[in-house]
């Protein structure tokens, strides 16, 4: 099974300013297609996930252009340009590469 | 609003048998892949399985193969898991998610969940 591992688990961050969060996975996610499946989900408390990025960079419908992903292989990061209140929640990669599809155990992202 | 709406959770004993059910609206069901995804009590999300477009193939997390049974209705844009010898640590809410299309490949669409507990 690949495991996704990220960091930090939580991340302190002051209003106005970025955020970063890690997703290192055990192996490499691209696909025999080519492609690289890993995503990023928001949940805020009390609520289901919710699809951020998908294929690593790209933002998915509604999504606000502060949030920003990047990566290749195996080295993935989410980024938030300036963090705003409704931001906070956890943050969870997800690769759908391969059975069993897994995700990160989660970064918590709160405001200072 | 494309929508996916779960029911079937409740309290069960160890040992006992739950059918989740997942109603999808607003969207062609017959046309996405579908999952089921849980999370524990103040726990991270662990994939449970996945059912093709046409049902003629699942995939399941080994820790449940021979336990849980995914299955759909495309006519009724429906969506299920069938849970047997329930236990403790099967307690969670379970989400049924859309798999995006093939460009996406993401969990793009979530329920609300459903609780089960597990109690001896």
């Known amino acids: 099974d690949i495991v996704m591992t990220q960091t930090p688990l939580s991340a302190p961050v002051t209003l106005g300013q970025p955020a970063s969060i890690s997703c290192r996975s055990s192996?490499?996610?691209?696909?025999?297609?080519?492609?690289?499946?890993l995503s990023w989900l928001q949940q805020r408390p009390g609520q289901p996930p919710r699809l951020l990025i998908y294929?690593?960079?790209n933002r998915f419908s509604g999504v606000p252009d502060r949030f920003s992903g990047s990566g290749a292989g195996t080295d993935f990061t989410l980024k938030i340009s300036r963090v705003e209140a409704e931001d906070v929640g956890i943050y969870y990669c997800?690769?759908?590469?391969?059975?069993?599809?897994?995700f990160g155990q989660g970064t918590k992202l709160e405001i200072k | 609003e494309v929508q996916l709406v779960e029911s079937g959770g409740g309290l069960v004993q160890t040992g006992g048998s739950l059918r989740l059910s997942c109603a999808a609206s607003?969207?062609?069901?017959?046309?996405?892949?579908m999952g089921w995804v849980r999370q524990a009590p103040g726990k991270g999300l662990e994939w449970v399985a996945s059912?093709?477009?046409?049902?003629?193939?699942?995939n399941y997390v080994d820790s449940l193969k021979g336990r849980f049974t995914m299955s759909r209705d495309n006519a009724q844009n429906s969506l299920y898991l069938q849970m047997n010898n329930l236990r403790a640590d099967d307690t969670a809410i379970y989400y049924c998610?859309?798999?995006?299309?093939?460009?996406?490949?993401?969990?793009?669409?979530w329920g609300q969940g459903t609780m089960v507990t597990v109690s001896s």
């Open positions: 192996q490499s996610l691209v696909h025999s297609d080519g492609y690289t499946y």
């Open positions: 998610a859309r798999l995006g299309s093939n460009w996406i490949w993401a969990f793009d669409i």
């Open positions: 997800m690769q759908a590469t391969q059975f069993p599809y897994t």
């Open positions: 294929k690593i960079s």
């Open positions: 059912i093709k477009e046409d049902g003629s193939e699942e």
């Open positions: 607003r969207f062609i069901f017959s046309n996405y892949c």
